[in-house]
């Protein structure tokens, strides 16, 4: 089934096939108390035609189900349920959805928790056997990686996952859909897609970008169109159709229906698609690069920032020393300001621990700059633990000729989906000749093809040594370069290298790239602070024909000083905003307690760092920044809030309103519910958070206890909202006086009055201008 080239019927939804019985628990724990229900859905979809049935295992993990012994009966009992309605007409998917919590820097999740949340399932389900995996719902790149890697580490039969995706054609955390397609298909993954959040004609555009990055069968499960505002979908078949009938062109192979389908609308699909032969075309896809929401591709010259290197920087190693991230994510957003499309990333110090250094870099720079990475180190250990952690598609910096060398990092890009610079030296130390370094590089060529890589996904450095201890060294490196982009090979090099010891480096460095780039080089490593350095880039891209209409040129000569190159910040560019933007927690610490010897310390909160705040929280609105750098920035503000308020307390003044957070009893997605914490509490309020699947008894308990005046409850399952709604009845019936405001994913500001909330939250910054409300008074 899995190899033909005809169309497979996926099933349709499950949550709100569920929601229509009425049953009001946790989807998965209905495998065990009512079994038949989920079965008489599944079996409704075989014989509706569905060739492939997902198991009713989406949130069945140990966040939700922390006993084992639990979590493997019902694991068990749903995949024994898919397979009784299975029969021998379909195939069963195990299902495996988020965990519902942010993954560190940006969350509280580890990267490695969510690793082994994920590998515990798919370790249990191989227990009870099931056809394939599917990975679902996703909206986090860099969770999904920690799902596919843990699935691959146990697993290699079919995988399929998708991801699902806004209006705005992003997910809610910014990943893009390219960015997603080249990862997992890097990765290994046997077909991906969409599924969830839009309909089908939404999906179209979406589906379409991705189809540009990957050759992988597509799969499409839509919603039946968008709900209105009581959560229920409306959408005739007939139009689903229409609206599937316009992506398959794509190659979309597998189709099935999400949120609001039913049995009815797999049976219209079987009608028009079932069988019918796919056109799958094996298109010429370029090379990529990706971060989370940026994609590269390699299809002219880009560069690479060399600047987060610790050789010649006291401020950087000082940093990396007391295994602190600020300067690492300074230099690297002054070189995305700078225009580098990739950041090297060095933090190889004597005496650090770079295993730990690599990997938290990597973390934090994703969660603040969009650029990929290149991960540069001689420590496998570091390489590895730093690529688990880097979603996309990085590169890896470097591998060489040596057979230890090959054989330690090859297999590494392979697993996580890496291109590999090529260093050309091997046994014998660096050549002499060109004739011999693009030996070496067709060596590690080969040998990456035997680790099943391809010749494009190696970039060949020649190595720049400086030319002040051998005068060869431009001439022989550039001859390399030259006969390596004839042989068609990607190349890059370090180019600021070549001047190492001599004055007027930046001189020396510019001329030596601006005839690398005559030659070839695909990718130079260079230092994008540096002027020169830059006037060669932007007129090199003019005269490529890659900067339209020399816009860029333009914009750069107009802005241009005559300067040597720095690390340091111009010091006017400073403001609280930027410093938010930037997730710069010192700088703007230091900042007000500079600010604070002029003005009042509820000055600064409310002219300077609330504007801020507010300007960030338009920036989201418009979608100039996503998710990760909203709650960089609230971070950022938590310490100097955290400072003035208490320079307030010595003072006799500032204590803040009262507010209660909870999510409600039966749910523990809590992702939103943090976010409004981070941003309450940067605005002065005091905020209770009591977690989340908390009792309507427990919250009403420390209402009464505090005297608060304001609750926001969080529920993001439809089986929980019945539990909202008995918190609300409770909290009015007792305290008339207090507010509540409510949030999450199934709701709607209708729904939310009829279920007796006085303000429906669509997102976190709403809690703001609502507590503003309450408490104008």
Do not use: W
Not at 120 to 139: C, H
Not at 244 to 266: F, R, S
Not at 513 to 540: F, K, W, Y
Request: net charge negative; aromatic share 6%; charged share 25%.
């Amino acid at each position: 089934m899995f190899l033909t080239n005809k169309i497979i019927l996926l099933d349709g939804a499950m949550g709100t096939q569920i929601q229509k019985r009425g049953i009001h628990q946790r989807p998965e724990s209905i495998n065990i108390s009512h079994g038949e229900v989920i079965e008489d859905i599944q079996r409704a979809y075989v014989q509706a035609g569905s060739d492939i049935i997902y198991s009713n295992t989406f949130g069945a993990h140990g966040r939700n189900y922390p006993d084992p012994e639990e979590l493997r009966k019902t694991i068990h009992a749903g995949l024994q349920i898919a397979k009784r309605a299975a029969g021998t007409k379909a195939k069963v998917a195990f299902d495996m959805g988020p965990l519902g919590e942010l993954l560190e820097p940006m969350g509280t999740m580890s990267f490695q928790r969510a690793y082994e949340l994920f590998e515990q399932n798919i370790q249990i389900a191989l227990e009870e056997g099931f056809d394939l995996v599917v990975i679902e719902t996703m909206s986090s790149l860099l969770e999904l990686r920690a799902a596919i890697l843990a699935v691959k580490a146990h697993y290699d039969g079919p995988l399929f996952t998708t991801m699902t995706f806004e209006k705005d054609g992003r997910t809610f955390s910014g990943v893009s859909p390219q960015a997603f397609a080249i990862m997992a298909d890097k990765l290994g993954v046997d077909a991906l897609g969409v599924n969830c959040s839009l309909g089908p004609f939404e999906i179209q555009a979406i589906l379409k970008s991705i189809s540009q990055v990957t050759n992988k069968p597509l799969i499409v499960k839509a919603n039946a169109g968008l709900p209105d505002e009581e959560g229920n979908y409306h959408m005739e078949d007939d139009l689903f159709i229409e609206g599937i009938q316009g992506m398959l062109d794509l190659g979309v192979q597998y189709i099935g229906g999400c949120c609001g389908t039913t049995e009815k609308t797999i049976q219209s699909l079987a009608q028009h698609f079932k069988g019918k032969e796919v056109r799958l075309e094996t298109k010429e896809i370029k090379q990529y690069l990706a971060s989370s929401s940026r994609v590269v591709a390699l299809d002219q010259t880009r560069y690479v920032g060399e600047v987060i290197n610790p050789t010649g920087k006291a401020r950087l190693k000082e940093s990396l020393e007391k295994k602190n991230m600020e300067e690492v994510l300074r230099l690297g957003v002054l070189q995305d300001q700078k225009g580098a499309d990739l950041l090297d990333v060095n933090v190889s110090l004597p005496g650090t621990d770079e295993v730990y250094l690599l990997r938290k870099a990597a973390l934090h720079l994703q969660a603040l700059v969009d650029l990929p990475l290149q991960l540069d180190s001689s420590n496998a250990q570091a390489l590895e633990a730093a690529l688990m952690v880097t979603p996309g598609r990085p590169v890896i910096n470097s591998v060489n000729g040596t057979q230890e060398s090959l054989k330690t990092i090859l297999p590494l890009a392979k697993k996580y989906g890496a291109m590999v610079v090529g260093l050309a030296l091997d046994e014998g130390g660096i050549p002499k000749t060109s004739e011999k370094r693009l030996e070496i590089a067709e060596k590690i060529v080969k040998a990456a093809e035997f680790y099943g890589l391809e010749k494009r996904d190696v970039l060949v450095d020649p190595l720049v040594l400086t030319i002040a201890s051998n005068k060869d060294s431009a001439k022989l490196a550039l001859e390399t370069i030259e006969k390596l982009t004839k042989k068609g090979y990607l190349t890059t090099m370090g180019t600021s290298n070549i001047s190492f010891g001599l004055p007027k480096r930046s001189l020396v460095s510019a001329s030596f790239l601006q005839v690398a780039l005559a030659l070839g080089c695909s990718m130079p490593i260079v230092n994008p602070l540096d002027p020169r350095v830059q006037e060669v880039i932007h007129t090199h891209r003019l005269l490529m024909g890659q900067d339209e209409k020399a816009m860029g040129y333009i914009a750069f000569m107009e802005d241009k000083k005559e300067v040597e190159p720095s690390l340091e910040e111009d010091e006017g560019d400073f403001s609280p905003y930027q410093a938010m933007r930037r997730s710069q927690k010192t700088e703007l610490l230091n900042y007000v307690k500079g600010a604070i010897r002029e003005k009042d310390p509820m000055e600064i909160i409310s002219e300077e760092l609330i504007p801020a705040l507010d300007a960030i929280g338009r920036d989201y609105e418009k979608k100039e920044i996503y998710l990760p750098q909203l709650i960089g920035a609230a971070s950022a503000a938590q310490e100097a809030f955290l400072f003035l308020r208490d320079q307030l307390k010595v003072k006799g003044d500032g204590k803040g309103e009262k507010i209660l957070l909870a999510t409600v009893k039966g749910d523990i997605h809590d992702i939103g519910k943090n976010i409004a914490k981070v941003l309450l509490e940067n605005y002065g309020y005091d905020v209770y958070d009591l977690g989340r699947d908390v009792s309507k008894e427990e919250i009403l308990q420390t209402v009464e206890e505090e005297d608060i005046h304001l609750v926001g409850l969080s529920a993001l399952m439809t089986t929980t909202v019945s539990s909202m709604e008995d918190t609300i009845q409770l909290l009015t019936e007792k305290r008339p006086d207090l507010k509540i405001m409510v949030g999450g994913a199934v709701l709607t500001q209708t729904y939310a009055h009829e279920i007796g909330a006085h303000y429906y939250c669509k997102d976190a910054k709403e809690d703001i201008e609502i507590a503003k409300n309450v408490f104008k008074d």
